[in-house]
Each structure stands twice: as structure tokens, then as C-alpha cells.
């Protein structure tokens, strides 16, 4: 059967003498030109950042990078260990921990802060709308994304940093302001006070870069993905994957 | 059984207050103040690079962030359509052909031209050394990586770009200059002309910074990482991943 | 810091001359002696099933093993060209695809069921309570799950050989009935007649045999591995994988 | 551009009221009469199995399936953890460990035994064969695959258990009487006396199936699908990943 296929892209073309991404020349326009993060913003939102939109951009993406020995990072380094010859897979593997409980808290709360903005129309008063929100949550049992932290119980350091870089660059805009709010009202409908945390800061930041709510979660992976490179760099030079595998195995009891 | 156990790293730590990254309080030094690329860098080669070292790493990353419909930007694409709940999978998806085949080029390459340098020991006649190389390669019936493109059999456009970027900031090192010469000696011994092509220049250009060359193949994932968040964001708001399925699926014919 | 630590499982433990698995001794009791389709079940139920349960679990199996070029076969092809020295990459990419708009309908239509049964306690008219299902989900605009075929529209051939083995191992049980339930009452409320599909057949069949309904995408995802090795050990003998490539990168359209 | 495709494939097709799955018809032919093992093994070889054949092939995945604790097992629960809504992606994390180090080995060891013999041609004196194999691996410095487990230091009880099965069906073939012969004469080589461990004995008899050692690790793959499912069943019933984390996490010492 022969047929007409056409699969379009804004994204990126090339033919033998030229490369196009995102409608750009590759090599004469962008290399050398452009920043990775700025890329990366281009990319997903279709469009050019600002420098001050690329600033708090990068601030996001610097926050998220890395927390330590997280899930996602053991898991990277336990499958480098076992398969070495695939840095690929041992990426992917950390990667895939990006969900519900752990990176997925930006998207979450970016989409929260975004949802209670489209259906409050105008905002007058943040702290209304953030008490009315927040009560709806506790009525439906819902937790309320970016307030609290198991290690930073009273405050996240990530939070005001990331609130002072987008005022600054003059990006603090409806969500930050919402979120803000939602930390001041909280502790009179939760009846105890909760740091904003990292991860809910950052979606709110994206948010009001105008970034789609439902990429934000790409951005959190992208962080995380240096971090992950990060740790099997360190795990090729000084491995810990074998100890901690063996300090499970050896504590293994066997219980039916 | 009570044990002692200590995990070290130097990547990240954290406690209620505080959260540290490569030894630098995160909020305080690094959001707002380190690029993301930077940052990069610095999470897997361990110090901090210069302002010019960063301009070359990004230019690389810039450069292997996309080239279009690639077999990777498939998969991540059709992994999407059939399980757009966990974007996380879909990037993933996408990573995981990060193999020797496609972006595997630039590790291979910087591994190779590192390997022929230590080999050499001290350099004066780079076309000397390029043409012995290529000659044992071709004796040995290995490919010399970095040599050809399928779509850009002349030139790859990126290659002189990176070189002159290189160049502009003083990292235009020993690396780069074989690759070149590489691309100067190898007709005379492989009877045609083959491009340099932009994966291999990649991997001279990230082996010039010192980068460790086992991590390479990392670098280019992170790149196609913004890449393939490019491919889902359109992918979301355009989708392709049904018809390129059903492309193959209706002319799938039954062959034993 | 000295702690104790323990860690309980009732999978597996091995000491130096011996491997449990599930509480019995590996080599002794289970190898040559235990179907792999029956260690599966047994892995996740918690007990051994008996040979009735064996079949009609290995019918199901069977029928969700493959089904021809999927999104998930295509993306492990890709996968496998780009990097050919992972097997255990290209398998993970079309696993990766499991979600939830191929593979999870087996998922969403056992829990669907078991959610309509646990609502309507002691079951006597099951037409009565499918139809009651049916309008309740089309009045809440959610899709009844199980329901329609983009390629088998009439009839998905799986379905009734799958009710019947389940009839001749005496495990036609309420989930079963059920799903043949909504099968006759949907038209009067969808206005339009539906085929039961395989994947739906077959969470409703998993259900009736106790497996817990959260894992029965894992048991899609098992029966798909099979399917996703032949696909590969075809891919090594015969490619396919540059061809769809290539398909689709020739036909890129730049547009923005 | 019109053009004509055509993608030949021998695993499955479909149309309105058909599945093909090898040829054959799913639903009437397979369903209830093929064992999933049977099929598996039918899918990669691309020939139906003998009763025996399938004994000694399902032998070896429950011989395969789980190892208790592995690095494979921790990083899916992790990645559950992390993401509980994507059980495709615990499980692909885990798969991801499949690679050289750990799973790697059944396929090394098939490979190793299969070169040996193509090498040897008729063969009459095992013991012969296997003295030079093995001398000349540690002339080369490289390990003998199969030999050794940190584990099962004295025997693995796998290994005379998968022989007896072979040899009950007819199936004691030249791979696994190589591999015989290796545990018999590697002392006087190595200078002590090794294991003949459970994973090469698996890849051993694969080979003596007659089937494609480079698709060898896809066995262990499916074997160890199914055991990861009845990790991730447990974790999701009584789970650990929280506190295998937090016992790594509490334990970070930053050292540069």
C-alpha cells in the first residue's frame, strides 16, 4: 500500500548541510550562544527565556539536582553496580523513582497553585483564596502539595532563597504569591505550622514562568538527572553500591 | 547484629537547617548563583569549572541535545502515548538508547583519542600520531569513532563550530587537535574521505576539559535529557505517537 | 552509630548451602517440580495454586503475551538498535510503555469489578448490578473499562475461549460473571454495542482467582516480557527497528 | 512522498476477528494449551519445545527467578517507593540491573561454553577441552564464567539439581558437559577449587536447548520479572524501601 506519511516537528530537522532546532540553525545559532538550561526552557515552552527567566530557571533546576542519598540516587548507584557497562540504565533507573511520593511534589504543587488560580479568577486577596483552598483540602482529605518536610521540619533553606531570586528578576507572580499565602493561613485550618518546602517552591517558581503545568515534573527530572550523574561519577571513583546492598542482604530474616 | 555503618559521599548531605551540595551550602551559594550546566559539570568532574570551560560544555550539550526523529525520540514518544501518567517512564524510555550505537559516539570517541594520546606519551607531530592510529585501527577492522555521518556526509556543521568555540576560550587541547588531525590523515589510509562528525568532536572537546572519559557517554544523556523533554512537551500538545504506531502496525506483514 | 537492623522477607534468603525461595529449599523442592508461570502466582498471591489455577493463569498469560506491533514492541526495537548491548535496556523501554492506555486496562477492568462487587455485597442479579455500574460511570463520564477494541470490533476473540477455561477449571467466579454481565447490559445504556476485550477478560479472570487486583498490571507486564524477547531475538535475526527509523525521520515535516 | 511499506514479522499480527501469535491462532490453538514457559521459549527459539525441553527450561527460570535481597531486588523496591503508581517502572528499574555483573553471567557462561565448542569441534575428551579453555582464560587474565559465588562458597545447590533434570530428559548436552568438565580440571589450573555456580549452570543447559546464547540474559531477564513481582507484591503488603533508604541516608558521612 503506498501512502503519504508526514510526521511534524518543531523540534528538530536536519538535512546534509544544516541542523534545525527549534526553527534555529544549530550550529551557527544556538552553539556557543545559548545556555543548556535556556535550551531546555526553549524546548518544553516553545519559546526564548529571558536572562531573568533563565536566573530563576537554573535556581529551580540547581535546588532539585540532588538531595543526598535519596531513593532515586541508591537505586542508580545499586544498578550501576550490578550492571556497569550501562551508564544509561543505571540513569534510567534513578530516574524512574520521579514519581508520586519523592519528585513528583513540583508538578503537584505547581498544578495545585494552578487550579486554585483558574478557579478563583481575579485574586484581590491571596490569603482568602490560600485559606479557602487549603480548608477545601482538609475537607476532602487531600494533602495540600508543598508544605511539609521530614528533614526540614521548620524551614526549608531552598524556600526563601528561590522567592528573593524571582523577586529580583521581577518573576514573582500569582503562584509564588499564592504558595506564600498558603504558608501564612495554613496553621489556622491545619492547626500546626508546616515549612513550604523545596520541591512546592520550585513548581510554584515554574508556574509563573509560565512553563505548562503538566512538564513540570520534566524539569524535576532534568535536575535530578545531573545529581544522578553525579553520584555514579562518585560511585565509579569510590563505590558504596556493594556495601549497601550486602548491609541488606546480610540483615535479610526470613519471615513467611 | 549491631553494626557501625558510614555511607560517604561528597555530593550532597543535608540536616534540619541546612542542605549541602559538593560542599557548598546549597541555597545559600549555589541557587541563583551557579548555572545548571555548571553545576553539572561540577557534580561529576568535582571542582568548579572556569566561566570559559563552562561555555565549551555547554556548547557540547547544546549541540547533542536533539537531532530530530531519533530512534531515542521515538521510543520516548510511544512509550508516552501508551502510559502518559509517568513522563518519568517515557523519558526514561528515551535514555535507555544511549547505547553504543547512537549516542554512545562520544564516549567511544573521547575513550579513543585519551587511549591514543597515553599511548603516544609526549606529542609533537599530531598528523603522526592520528595516522598510526588509524592505521591499527583499520589493521585491527575497528571503526574509528568520530569518523562519518549518515545524514552529513561532507561536514557535520557542528564540528568546526565547537573547534572555534574551543579555540575562542583557550580549551582547544591535545584531544581536539588529534580529532582534527584524525580528520586530516584518515583518507590516505581508509581510501575515502569521511566527515568528522559532531558526537565524536563532543567527546574531544568534553576529554579537553578533563572531564574523565568513562563518564562521557553521561554527558550525553544529560543533553538528550532537554532533548527528549522537548519531544513529550510537543508530543503532549501535538501528539504523533498513534500514527507513527499505526504506520507500522497496518503494514505489518506475516513472514515466518 | 550502632543499630540493629532487620530486614523480613518471605521471598528469599540463602545461606551457604542453601536458596529458599517462598519458605521451601529452591534446588530440592521447586526446580523441576514447579511450573514458572505456577512460582509466579505463587511469588504474589502468598500460595501455591492449585493445577486449576495454573491454566487458566497461564491462559492469561498467553493471551496478553503480545500483541503484534505495539507501542511497546516498536519501542523496544528502537531501543535495541541504539544500543544493542543491553538486552536488559530495550526490554525495560517496552515494559516502560505498561501503563495506562494499553497494558493497564487489565488493571483498571479487575479493579473495576471488584470495586462493583465490594459495593454491592451478596450479588444475586449481576445484570442488575453491572447496569447500575455502567450508568454510574456514564453519568461520571468515566469509561467502563474493558469495553471496545480499536482493531477487534466485533468481537476480541480472546474473551469467550478465556470464560470457558475458566468454566472448565470450575473458576468462573463473580468478576466473570460480572464482566459478562456488562457485556449484555451496556448497549442500553451506551446506546451502542461493545465487544469485551481480551485485556479486560483477563483482569476480570486474574481477579476471580484471588490475585490481589493492585498487581495485575504486574502480571501484564510478565505475560509482555515474553512477548518483548520474541520481538528482540526477531529484531537480532531479522531488523526492523533503521527501517521504522528511517520511516518516520524522512517524513519530518518542519512546523512549528 | 507515496511510499510503499512492508514490516515482516513472525511473532504476531492481527485483524477484526483474529490474534496470530507465531502463526498460530491465539485464541483457539494457545490459550489453555501452550504453558507460558513453553511459549516464551517458542517465542525466542521460533520453534515449538518438547515436553522435556520445557522441563528443563522452566527448571532453570525458577532456578533463575529470585536470589533473595540482589542489588536488582532493592533498587525495584526503591523505585516503588519512589513511585507506587508505576509499577512498570519498579520493575524496569529492576530489570536494569541485569547486565554484566550480576544476571550477565548465564549468558557469559552459555557464550564461553558455546565458543569453546565451535573452537574444539568433535569433541571426545571433555576434560581435555575444558583444560585448554580454562588455561588459556587465565593466560589472558580473563575470569572463566560460571566459576565462583560469594555466596555459595563450597557448592551452589542449583547446580547438580539442573544436571539430574537434564539428564532425566534427554537433554545432558555438550554445553553442560564442558561445563562439567570445567569444575572437574579449573584446580589445577586455578589453584584452587571454585563452584560451578547456579547461574552458569542455567546458561549451560540454555545452550544445550539449542537456544541463541545472545538472548541467554533475556531468560534471566523473564525469570527475574517474576521474582520481582513478588517483591514488589511484598513491598506493597509490608514494605522496606522506606527504611532501607532512610538506613543508607542516616549513615551519610560528607567526605570530599
Known sequence: MAEELSFPTGIGTSDPTTISLLGQDLAADLMGKVGFGELAYWLVAGRRPTPGEVRVFEAVLVALADHGFTPTAIAARLTYLSAPES??????AGLLGGGSRF?????DCGRFLADTLAQAGEVTDYDAVALDAVTRAKQERRLVPGLGHPVH?????RTPVLIRIATE???HGPHLRLFEAVGRV???VLGRTLPLNGAGVCGAALADLGLPVEMLR???????AAGLL????EERRRPLGMDIYRTVDRNAVYEP
Open 87 to 92: 551508564l544509561q540504565g543505571a540513569l534510567a
Open 186 to 188: 495554613h496553621p489556622q
Open 218 to 224: 520534566g524539569f524535576a527530572l532534568l535536575a535530578r
Open 169 to 171: 528578576e521581577g518573576l
Open 153 to 157: 521540619k521548620e524551614q526549608d533553606p
Open 230 to 233: 553525579g553520584h555514579l561519577a
Open 103 to 107: 519528585l513528583g511534589v513540583t508538578e
